[in-house]
């Protein structure tokens, strides 16, 4: 398993997560406050669909389907792959959560492994609590061990709610390889500080190696845990437009700061970036999350 924690504030607000990367699984954690995400203005994933769900699960706050009534927490989700990973622009099938705390667990799975029905519309899913127990633990966890041992807990309970099917807890690795490793932990150390800026000339003069050597590890990263599109460069150009775009509806925020945090080289930078993705300009799109949401 490859695990990262990260945490930042912009004046009150501030926002703290987690990744775990498993080859038959990737988990997310999200702790935010004072932030709005709106999966209207959510980066896709690159590339066609691929055969993949997403078991949404929150814990604490509330969260708004496009048109349609609030969903306090606790509420259990499985969301289509154009409704989170590859989400469609203009699509019906949107969510939002508005600034209060809130808290949550996603888990990204292959279609194959999901035994529920997919898809936003139909509605909220009953979990049992240690389904909720194994969430709180994972939100809790300070290290990798502790990771580990929440994520297998959470996939056995929404097993045993009909969620997934049995056994994916147990293709959980102990530990990787030490060269995958190495890269890792040099892409936890920007998840720290949720700058997700990386160029493969930065990561080799870090770890010391040949970029012949460090494009093989990447691609060994991308094909184990099956990262899609463009592989590692892909899942970090969505983390970048994600991050921005949450860190824009805070209100202290700046387009300049948020640019910076990010480690885009200015607005316009960004601004291309959004643009690319086919998403407003910053400014447009904080004027769009900072509005309430029409009822």
């Not at 290290?143 to 994916?168: C, F, K, S, T």
Request: glycine share 8%.
């Amino acid at each position: 398993m490859l695990f990262a924690e990260g945490q930042i504030a912009i004046g009150a607000c501030w926002m703290k997560s987690r990744a775990l990367l498993e080859r038959r699984f990737r988990m997310h954690t999200a702790d935010r406050v004072g932030m709005v995400f709106d999966t209207a203005f959510a980066a896709a994933e690159a590339g066609r669909k691929t055969g993949y769900a997403t078991v949404y699960l929150v814990s604490r706050g509330a969260i708004t389907p496009k048109g349609g009534a609030r969903w306090p927490a606790p509420v259990a989700l499985v969301l289509a792959e154009d409704e989170f990973i590859r989400i469609r622009r203009g699509s019906p099938s949107t969510f939002r959560f508005d600034g209060e705390r809130c808290t949550l667990v996603d888990v990204r799975l292959a279609l194959a492994d999901v035994s529920a029905p997919v898809g936003l519309a139909h509605g909220p899913r009953a979990v049992g609590d240690a389904t909720w127990a194994a969430v709180a633990a994972l939100q809790a966890c300070v290290d990798e061990v502790a990771a580990r041992a929440a994520a297998a807990a959470l996939l056995d309970a929404l097993a045993v709610d009909g969620l997934v099917v049995p056994g994916i807890a147990g293709s959980i690795c102990a530990e990787e390889s030490e060269r995958v490793q190495l890269l890792w932990r040099s892409l936890a150390d920007r998840y720290a500080n949720l700058h997700v800026n990386a160029s493969l000339d930065q990561l080799k003069a870090e770890m010391g190696v040949t970029l012949r050597q460090l494009r093989r590890d990447v691609g060994e990263i991308a094909s184990s845990f099956g990262l899609t599109g463009d592989g590692l460069k892909d899942v970090i150009r969505v983390l970048r437009l994600r991050t921005a775009a949450t860190f824009l509806s805070a209100a202290d925020a700046t387009l300049e700061r948020v640019a910076a945090l990010v480690g885009y080289a200015g607005v316009d930078a960004m601004d291309r970036a959004l643009r690319d993705a086919g998403l407003p300009r910053a400014a447009e799109v904080r004027a769009a999350l900072l509005r309430p949401q029409a009822s």
